[in-house]
């Protein structure tokens, strides 16, 4: 596609409910990355793979979160039991070979946990 | 501790001012550096970035950065600021050549 594509663009969430959040990286990118972004702060780090091979996941924040790319390109975010904590923008980035290339970031996905 | 700081949290200029944005890192070695721009509602637009050699890189925009070694920085500057670059900013590092880290963010407005 023309770019990095999140859906849904916004989501409202009851405590406890489990949510996924989706990516469609460009085409043909290999590596793919999650960030969190709290409100009025920068993004954070959650998780990359390149391709279906998830090589760090060293900053999801607790077992609740759990990604997934199984075919090597569109990719699942998933929360699991939500909490207010997790209300954030979930961003989504992929370039073509790691990070000394140009990484496209989506829109993002707005969870509001209530 | 590994951190990425940008000093300032929200600067206000005049159009048509010159503008510099503020990016301090704190590695061991010399990452990757980057400057995106976030406007409300979209995702982040990377503005430019340094890998090596000349220490003076070119953006879009109009925008470009100085890294500075010995000052582990990576200010972002502009001569004229125009009422569209009115956003938030982010410097951000890649210390291992595989994610990155950002900084707080600094929120820029510019008056008529």
């Known amino acids: 596609g023309a770019g990095v594509s999140q859906s849904p663009r916004y989501k409202v969430a009851k405590r406890g409910q489990d949510v996924a959040l989706r990516c469609d990286p460009i085409?043909?990118?290999?590596?793919l990355f999650w960030y969190q972004q709290a409100l009025g702060q920068g993004p954070e780090f959650l998780t990359y793979?390149?391709?279906?091979?998830?090589?760090?996941k060293s900053g999801l924040p607790s077992d609740r979160f759990f990604a997934e790319r199984p075919e090597g390109s569109v990719s699942t975010l998933k929360i699991q039991r939500t909490q207010q904590e997790d209300s954030a923008v979930y961003l989504c980035?992929?370039?073509?070979?790691?990070?000394?290339?140009?990484?496209?970031f989506g829109q993002g996905t707005r969870l509001t946990v209530v | 501790a590994q951190s990425v700081t940008q000093p300032d949290i929200h600067i206000t200029v005049s159009e048509g001012a010159s503008l510099e944005l503020r990016c301090n890192y704190s590695y061991g070695a010399t990452p990757y550096l980057f400057w995106y721009v976030q406007s409300p509602g979209q995702g982040l637009q990377l503005l430019l970035k340094y890998f090596s050699g000349d220490t003076l890189v070119q953006g879009i925009k109009g925008f470009e950065a100085e890294f500075k070694r010995s000052q582990s920085s990576f200010n972002l500057r502009k001569p004229s600021v125009h009422w569209s670059d009115a956003a938030e900013y982010f410097c951000?590092?890649?210390?291992?050549?595989?994610?990155?880290?950002f900084g707080p963010g600094t929120r820029l407005s510019v008056l008529p």
């Open positions: 793979f390149q391709n279906e091979a998830q090589l760090d």
């Open positions: 951000a590092v890649d210390p291992y050549g595989q994610n990155f880290v």
């Open positions: 085409s043909g990118h290999v590596s």
């Open positions: 980035a992929s370039s073509s070979t790691g990070l000394d290339t140009e990484a496209f």
